[in-house]
């Protein structure tokens, strides 16, 4: 798509390979937007990733005022609304952040470029598979709707504040079923148990696992995949429309802890973690990627394999830094 393009929550795990997407692809100005550092909080940034391809903007998503101001600055063509609370089972301790920051925070934003004028912008709101009704079949974009977490219902309400705006900008609804790869958040099951084994093999924790449950079945997608998707979305999407971002097919968690135990370059025990089961855990989540590839073209490119190989490597990298 032609313009200018404005990526919010860029030094976050999606936001980041978003960035690796766009940055060679964009003549002019391409704005990443980050939450400012805060005392004593660690800061991620991927400004030496990409030098002066990138344009970063610290910017406070619950700051009203500030999101105006920052707006009329860069007056964006094209929104990548990457930033928000992603994290399904911290969302159960902390319900009001999660609210704030992905409800909220989304407002603000769409108001930001009503206010200021860029009315014009298409807006892709990535939001969650998790908003759909439990179910054992694929779940197409018409399935029926009933978060089932705190979490979800954030999503949910993310996706109606976005869309349902009068006057405001275009904005599409990329219905991310789970992604994983480098730079993840090790909270993130695949994440985790790939830094664990890099941490084992460099000695640093004792050989063993500590796993939840290892059943369920989740359609997974690499994230370099995901953000493909989003750009198609982007460039081709219908406004109000949403559209599933998913695989079609659904591994198993004890599967896909075993495909990276072999991978592991020495043996590791697994041991079974009641704290580590999640409340309403859904025993298979798996999307129908119909939409997505007969109206947008896009599809899933990247074998599982590599994905994990590569997510592994991330984290040897990591270990070996300290």
């Not at 504040?161 to 009068?166: A, K, L, P, R, S």
């Not at 730079?183 to 890099?198: C, E, K, T």
């Not at 198609?232 to 075993?258: E, H, K, T």
């Not at 079974?272 to 899933?300: F, H, K, M, S």
Request: glycine content about 8%; proline content about 7%.
């Amino acid at each position: 798509m032609a313009g200018l393009p404005l990526v919010t929550g860029a030094a976050g795990f999606a936001g980041s390979h978003l960035l690796d997407l766009l940055a060679p692809q964009t003549a002019g100005r391409l704005v990443a937007w980050r939450r400012p550092p805060t005392a004593g909080a660690p800061t991620v940034s991927w400004s030496d990733r990409f030098g002066p391809l990138v344009e970063w903007q610290d910017v406070e998503l619950l700051d009203k005022g500030g999101v105006e101001r920052a707006l009329e600055a860069v007056r964006p063509d094209v929104v990548y609304h990457c930033a928000g609370a992603a994290h399904v089972g911290r969302a159960w301790q902390a319900t009001e952040p999660t609210f704030a920051t992905n409800v909220r925070g989304t407002h603000y934003l769409i108001e930001g470029l009503r206010a200021t004028g860029c009315a014009g912008a298409r807006v892709v709101i990535p939001s969650s598979s998790l908003v759909y009704a439990a179910a054992e079949v694929p779940l197409s974009e018409d399935h029926p709707l009933l978060p089932a977490s705190p979490y979800a219902l954030s999503k949910l309400a993310q996706e109606l504040v976005g869309v349902e705006n009068t006057g405001g900008p275009s904005v599409l609804v990329a219905r991310a079923f789970n992604h994983i790869g480098p730079r993840q958040d090790p909270f993130f099951a695949a994440s985790g148990f790939a830094r664990r084994i890099a941490d084992i093999e460099a000695g640093r924790r004792k050989p063993d696992i500590q796993v939840g449950n290892l059943e369920t079945r989740r359609d997974l997608t690499d994230v370099r995949d995901t953000v493909r998707a989003y750009q198609a979305i982007a460039d081709r999407g219908r406004p109000g429309r949403a559209y599933n971002v998913c695989s079609g097919r659904a591994v198993a968690m004890r599967d896909l802890l075993d495909m990276l135990l072999a991978r592991a370059r020495v043996p590791i025990r697994i041991v079974a973690d009641p704290a580590r089961y999640r409340p309403n855990d859904q025993p298979l989540v798996v999307g129908d990627p119909t939409r997505i590839r007969t109206e947008l073209g896009w599809t899933a490119e990247i074998p599982l394999e590599r994905t994990l190989d590569d997510l592994l490597e991330y984290w040897r990298a990591q270990t070996a830094q300290g």
